[in-house]
């Protein structure tokens, strides 16, 4: 190859790996699917496969964007769950505090901020009503996420960022699932949040890959300042 040519298509590699991913949820509201889970928890893994099928759903990230919360309050029973963090946990005993409920369990899905009793019956769909469109430019490591809000809203509010893990196999070794072998998609990997001014909030992605993650994706949605409720979500696969 003669050196200009060669030096051009490297340049041109080097433009395309710059170039930045953009994601949008469109006016109409997305629904957030989240699910508390726990690889030490034996009725969790049909959860996640029915999870995991959704990546191959239409809906995905258009009419719903799935999430899932490894919980570290069953790494008690001998298998410390890799994905599992106390946020997550806390996040989950946030959820049974706004609901009033006495107890947290897995599996548990959350739909829109509820708890949600779907899976395995049906699958998530659009939210109802005008969300505002949420948006995301990501170049590298680094999210800008914008919010236009609905016509009329007012208020203060959050952009929440997750970087998702998928194709992930796991052979446990202990506890409830000892001796099975468990496959995660949508895990999340890390959870940032960020006050929105004007409109807009400056994110940084983790730049290293957990090991066993193949794929990768990031799910963003807004809330209201300091409540659990999303109003928007978008999000999308970076690999």
């Not at 590699?13 to 690889?39: H, I, Q």
């Not at 829109?112 to 109802?128: F, V």
């Not at 208020?155 to 796991?170: D, K, M």
Request: glycine residues 10%.
């Amino acid at each position: 190859m003669p050196w200009r040519l060669f030096v051009m298509t490297l340049l041109a590699g080097f433009a395309t790996a710059a170039e930045p991913r953009l994601f949008s949820s469109g006016p109409t509201r997305v629904s957030l699917l989240e699910l508390y889970t726990s690889e030490g928890c034996s009725s969790c893994p049909s959860a996640e496969n029915w999870l995991g099928r959704l990546r191959d759903d239409a809906g995905l990230w258009r009419d719903f964007v799935p999430v899932a919360f490894h919980v570290n309050y069953w790494d008690r029973l001998g298998w410390p769950d890799r994905f599992a963090s106390r946020e997550f946990t806390d996040r989950q005993y946030a959820y049974a505090a706004a609901w009033k409920a006495d107890t947290v369990y897995t599996p548990g899905f959350v739909l829109n901020g509820q708890d949600w009793g779907g899976h395995p019956r049906e699958k998530p769909a659009a939210a109802s009503g005008f969300g505002g469109k949420l948006s995301a430019e990501i170049t590298g490591s680094r999210c800008r996420v914008t919010y236009a809000l609905p016509h009329g809203t007012t208020g203060e509010f959050e952009a929440h960022v997750a970087l998702l893990g998928g194709g992930i196999v796991s052979e446990v070794k202990a506890g409830e699932n000892r001796g099975a072998t468990l496959r995660h998609e949508f895990v999340a990997l890390g959870l940032e949040r960020r006050r929105l001014d004007q409109d807009a909030a400056d994110f940084s992605l983790p730049e290293a890959t957990p090991a066993g993650v193949t794929r990768r994706a990031v799910a963003i949605w807004v809330t209201r300042r300091g409540a659990t409720e999303p109003l928007q979500a978008t999000g999308g696969w970076l690999d």
